[in-house]
């Protein structure tokens, strides 16, 4: 389900550290099945554009997450 609280209310531009904050939030409450993209840009409220502007892969999105 959509984190929509959180996530939604500022449609403005999401930076590489909103995913990698959400990424964040979404291992530790859901677990690491919830680091799909479509996981991702859903609970985003964004694109797979705006997730790729930030990051090549999802393997460069998860080499972030483990180096914040």
Excluded: N, Q, V
């Excluded at 999401?14 to 996981?39: C, I, N, Q, V, Y």
């Excluded at 892969?57 to 483990?66: Q, Y």
Aim: proline fraction near 3%; glycine fraction near 14%; hydrophobic fraction near 35%.
């Amino acid at each position: 389900a959509p984190l929509a609280g959180e996530w939604r209310g500022d449609l403005g531009r999401f930076s590489r550290h909103d995913w990698l904050t959400l990424g964040t939030k979404l291992l530790a409450d859901e677990g690491p099945d919830a680091l799909s993209l479509e996981r991702l840009t859903e609970a985003a409220g964004r694109t797979r554009g705006s997730f790729y502007h930030h990051f090549k892969s999802r393997e460069d999105f998860l080499g972030g997450l483990m180096d914040s």
